[in-house]
């Protein structure tokens, strides 16, 4: 799967906008300011394709992107910043959830939380309500550039016991700063969605025996 050609297809701010589905889809979630954009364009190896804010709560919008003539990335608003009104957190809310409930081709969600801190309450929300629904998803350890061997190893250890079902999860430190899991977490997409295929053809065959 060649991650160099994506490209920005289309805003959102109310999920009854989103077109229906027609491709596979990854979605990526996370608390503001945590670095979903940042791993977007590290994924793809670009600079500037999704936008990096320096004001969280900035991405108030369902952003959808071009991988490839098979999948779509997600980039979900990012939640937990305090600074907007409550009509906007409840808009962003319901484009979260609003999405999450359509029929989708979804294929993975990826979580993002920062690796520097415990996972916060919204964090761990959003963690049990993928199981609760469902939904597969991994969870993305960001910023693993500001921490040395020692505390990488020991908020790995932690985190684990952190987050619900913490030690059945696939966790994964990145850096886009430093590229540290970017390899890693391409293979876990391209696998997910090389599966996604193969099980979409065995139930088309046996749908029309």
């Known amino acids: 799967m060649n991650f160099n050609k994506g490209e920005f297809l289309a805003a959102y701010g109310l999920?009854?906008?989103?077109?229906?589905?027609?491709?596979?889809?990854?979605?990526?979630?996370?608390?503001?300011?945590?670095?979903?954009?940042?791993?977007?364009?590290?994924?793809?190896?670009?600079?500037?394709?999704?936008?990096?804010?320096?004001?969280?709560?900035?991405?108030?919008?369902?952003?959808?992107?071009y991988v490839n003539e098979e999948l779509n990335f997600v980039d979900l608003p990012g939640y937990g910043y305090a600074k907007v009104s409550k009509s906007e957190k409840e808009r962003w809310s319901e484009l979260i959830e609003g999405y999450f409930q359509q029929d989708r081709k979804l294929v993975l969600v990826v979580q993002l939380i920062d690796m520097r801190h415990p996972p916060s309450k919204l964090d761990v929300d959003m963690v049990n309500y993928l199981i609760e629904w469902?939904?597969?998803?991994?969870?993305?350890?960001?910023?693993?550039?500001?921490?040395?061997?020692?505390?990488?190893?020991?908020?790995?250890?932690r985190i684990r016991e952190e987050l619900p079902c913490g030690d059945?999860?696939?966790?994964?430190?990145?850096?886009?700063?430093?590229?540290?899991?970017?390899?890693?977490?391409?293979?876990?997409l391209e696998e997910v969605c090389a599966d996604f295929k193969e099980q979409a053809e065995d139930s088309s065959e046996t749908s029309e025996v």
């Open 15 to 65: 999920s009854r906008q989103i077109p229906k589905s027609e491709k596979m889809e990854i979605a990526f979630a996370g608390k503001s300011n945590v670095g979903k954009s940042s791993a977007i364009n590290k994924i793809f190896n670009r600079k500037n394709l999704a936008r990096v804010s320096a004001v969280p709560g900035k991405t108030a919008t369902i952003n959808f992107y």
């Open 134 to 157: 469902e939904l597969p998803f991994i969870v993305l350890l960001t910023k693993a550039d500001k921490l040395n061997k020692t505390q990488t190893e020991q908020r790995l250890q």
């Open 168 to 188: 059945q999860i696939t966790i994964i430190p990145f850096s886009s700063q430093k590229g540290t899991g970017v390899e890693e977490v391409k293979e876990i």
